[in-house]
Nanobody, 122 residues
Framework: QVQLVESGGGLVQAGDSLRLSCAAS????????MGWFRQAPGKEREFVAA????????NYADSVKGRFTISKDNAKNTVTLQMNSLKPDDTAVYYC???????????????WGQGTQVTVSS
């Protein structure tokens, strides 16, 4: 069982940066691939970024490529999402997720956090 807690969301202006963090419980964090997803009002949850169990491999949605960076610290049981050059379209609830296998761009993760709100004003 893995529990995930996101933090770092907030209200920012277009062009600003935010850093989201996800703290995971458990002693086998290195066995989990991690993902970040987001869901805007009235829309389906969508993939943002994913990172492999080792942290060596990463994948990004086209909409955030070059602006967002995902990283994983297996010693600290944390995964972060650095978000730069934020746009109003990035406004959503952001969720981190974990799966005990290879990373995925689908929502087929086993564990989810409660989400953190990111609002970008124009």
């Amino acid at each position: 069982q893995v529990q995930l807690v996101e933090s770092g969301g907030g209200l920012v202006q277009a062009g600003d940066s935010l850093r989201l963090s996800c703290a995971a419980s458990g002693r086998t964090f290195s066995s989990y691939a991690m993902g970040w997803f987001r869901q805007a009002p009235g829309k389906e949850r969508e993939f943002v970024a994913a990172i492999s169990r080792s942290g060596l491999f990463k994948n990004y949605a086209d909409s955030v490529k070059g602006r967002f960076t995902i990283s994983k610290d297996n010693a600290k049981n944390t995964v972060t999402l650095q978000m730069n050059s934020l746009k109003p379209d990035d406004t959503a609830v952001y969720y981190c997720a974990a799966r005990p296998s290879s990373m995925s761009i689908m929502t087929d993760y086993d564990y989810w956090g409660q989400g953190t709100q990111v609002t970008v004003s124009s």
